[in-house]
């Protein structure tokens, strides 16, 4: 049996379209890649591009199209991130698995239909369909029944059926629908977007767009002579990830990190509204009454939306290379890597904060392939040294410095480095640009030896100085890093130390060659068979501030000794000192006194406490007399005391004041 709708074939055709190969691709350094693709399209017939579903979010924020014909682009379609089962409610339809033709049918009650029947041409309106009995051991058969427009019901058994075609645009519709949603559904992760133009015949359209892509790898090898410039060879790596094939495609790498960010723009969004009615249109409800009782009723409606996220980064890059030095050489059983045999076409060009390698030749790669592509082989400047950074090893490392003399800026990447026509180990560079010098170490040396010894002085101070009763002191505190180099090779070499920059120290000596963001560089010479030392000097600077009023006349001696006060200076404290030291004078005569008064005040309880016991002796009348005496000898001392104590506080009030103006004026 034959059954063809050829409304299926129709709605299928409705979700191809030209496709439009990829001519160019631009790789970053921001996971992003350029793409633009190109191709003819024939008249009526939309271009189809096909994506990712996670890429569609860069798409719809990157995608441009042209019509290189002359027309206009009218429209560009793409299909929305919905589920299966939503698409298929909102189809109103489902094709369920093994569903017969029949049944399908039944659907559309109403619907007008057309197919050959029995060789002839048969039109009319479904009224049903169903399975119905075939006859005995014979199954089932599908069975439409239609008004036909002679007003004549018909049952057709759909076996003998062909052509059958729906006439009812809605039903159609309805089918491609559906059909879209299951084709889009049977690849999960794909996405299609169509461009649509308008114009007369066949024409050319390209698009071009912005998705995220493997960044691009750069690797180098690197052959150091004994004298002279060195030969830098670089390769780029770029995978081909678009999941279809390259031919002849025009290809660049950028070096640099221009800014992109994923936004939300393919996932439907929808705003939440508020729910608002007449009061005319509501019901009104039942109300119930209670006897002699006072109801109060209170509605609070609390409404809280917090929301708290934390994004902390940190990423850090810890470089090392290691490979073996025996007595300053690294000897390897294997061959050199030498310069490739390769012709680099590459043409390279600053491009705003950017700098890109543009291949000459257009390149090919299945989907899957990654390429190795040499975007430079030229002769570059390079001092081989020794690098010591790390003081938990004895050894330093075996390095070149190099400067970036191509007239390119070179991304950073892993270097292979060959020496004396062997491997002589692996470092990692960082990205930079013409002009610029870097450090790369790839080997220890084993035929040097370093010992670090650190030591720290006493405190000096280096300046007084005073306002407004504040005295400040800085001070700097010497220390001493000395390192004890031994070469045992017999050869000379330089050596760079990096002498860790700490904040709030400051370097005396020696002049650092260079100085990084972390690191002081110093060079030395290295005698062959012989050692060297570097001794490196820095002062911690200490500050210190005092209120002069807390300090004693004591403490205040301690100042003018100092040497670094200037005359200016000393004359200013002596001043105050001797203030402060007829303060203190006056502080000690007062508290003499107040001890002498608190004598007199207990002789005088005892004097008294006697002569209460004698009164009451006869014969006594001697010795009453006596204490009598004592005790007005004493009531006269304590008016005395009491006197001079008043003095001694008027005293000591007029030389605070002299004090207090003393340091309110103190300027040095």
């Not at 002849?248 to 939440?272: A, H, M, N």
């Not at 190099?402 to 560079?429: C, F, H, R, S, W």
């Not at 010479?525 to 060297?532: D, I, K, M, R």
């Not at 304590?638 to 103190?666: C, N, P, T």
Request: proline share 3%; charged share 25%.
């Amino acid at each position: 049996m034959k059954q063809i709708l050829s409304v299926m074939l129709a709605a299928a055709l409705t979700l191809s379209g030209a496709e439009l190969p990829v001519t160019k691709v631009v790789i970053y350094k921001n996971g992003v890649a350029y793409y633009e693709r190109a191709g003819s399209v024939a008249a009526g017939e939309s271009a189809r591009l096909e994506f990712r579903a996670e890429e569609m979010n860069d798409v719809l924020k990157s995608l441009v199209v042209e019509d290189r014909g002359g027309g206009a682009v009218t429209q560009v379609r793409y299909e929305l991130d919905e589920t299966l089962e939503k698409k298929l409610a909102d189809a109103g339809l489902r094709l369920e698995a093994g569903q017969p033709l029949a049944v399908l049918l039944d659907k559309w009650k109403g619907a007008r239909v057309e197919m050959n029947y029995g060789g002839a041409m048969v039109k009319g309106t479904i009224l049903s369909g169903r399975m119905a009995a075939a006859g005995q051991d014979q199954g089932q058969r599908q069975e439409l029944t239609l008004l036909l427009d002679s007003g004549e019901i018909k049952i057709v058994a759909l076996e003998n059926a062909s052509g059958l075609k729906l006439e009812d645009a809605r039903a159609r519709e309805q089918l491609a629908a559906v059909l879209r949603a299951y084709t889009q559904s049977r690849s999960a992760e794909k996405r299609s977007v169509f461009i649509d133009a308008a114009g007369q015949g066949a024409r050319t359209l390209a698009a071009r767009y912005v998705v995220p892509a493997p960044v691009w790898k750069s690797s180098y090898r690197l052959t150091l002579p004994e004298t002279g410039e060195a030969m830098l060879e670089g390769w780029a790596i770029v995978e081909n990830n678009t999941g279809e094939d390259w031919s002849k495609v025009e290809l660049t790498v950028v070096s640099g990190k221009p800014v992109s960010f994923i936004s939300q723009l393919y996932e439907p969004r929808y705003v939440r509204r508020q729910v608002a009615s007449l009061g005319e249109e509501e019901g009104v409800a039942p109300e119930l009454y209670a006897g002699a009782v006072r109801e109060e009723a209170v509605v609070a409606e609390l409404m809280a939306d917090a929301n708290e996220g934390r994004a902390k980064s940190a990423q850090r890059l810890a470089v090392g290379s290691a490979g073996g030095v025996g007595t300053g050489r690294f000897v390897a059983p294997a061959a050199a890597p030498m310069m490739s045999s390769v012709a680099v076409s590459a043409a390279a060009r600053e491009a705003g904060e950017l700098f890109e390698y543009r291949f000459g030749a257009a390149v090919s790669a299945r989907r899957g392939e990654s390429l190795l592509l040499p975007f430079v082989q030229q002769k570059i400047t390079a001092r081989r040294l020794l690098v010591y950074s790390d003081r938990s090893s004895v050894n330093p490392r075996a390095a070149a410095e190099l400067t970036n003399n191509t007239g390119k800026t070179l991304d950073g990447g892993p270097i292979t480095v060959a020496q004396a026509g062997a491997y002589a180990g692996e470092a990692l560079m960082e990205t930079f640009k013409a002009g610029d010098k870097r450090l790369i170490s790839y080997a220890v040396d084993l035929g040097t030896r370093i010992t670090t010894k650190l030591d720290s002085g006493a405190a000096v101070t280096r300046q007084i100085t005073a306002r407004r009763g504040v005295i400040t002191t800085r001070s700097a505190v010497e220390m001493k890093t000395v390192y004890t180099v031994n070469n045992v090779d017999a050869r000379a070499k330089t050596l760079v130390v990096e002498h860790p920059l700490s904040p709030g120290v400051k370097l005396v000596s020696p002049a650092a060659a260079e100085t990084t963001a972390s690191d002081y560089r110093f060079s030395v010479s290295l005698p062959a068979n012989g050692g060297q030392t570097l001794t490196v000097v820095e002062e911690r600077e200490l500050r210190q501030a005092t209120q002069v009023s807390s300090l004693t006349p004591d403490a205040l001696f301690s100042y003018l000794e100092n040497k670094a006060l200037s005359a200016s200076a000393r004359k200013q404290l002596e001043a105050i000192a001797a203030q402060k030291r007829e303060v203190a004078a006056v502080d000690a005569e007062a508290q003499a006194l107040n001890t002498e008064m608190a004598g007199i005040t207990r002789d005088q309880e005892r004097i008294r406490q006697n002569l209460s016991a004698l009164r009451q002796v006869a014969g006594q009348e001697q010795r009453v007399q006596g204490y009598a005496a004592e005790l007005q000898k004493g009531d006269t001392r304590m008016v005395q005391a009491r006197d001079r104590q008043a003095e001694l506080q008027k005293r000591k009030a007029a030389l605070e004041a002299q004090v207090q103006s003393l340091i309110e004026g103190l300027d040095f």
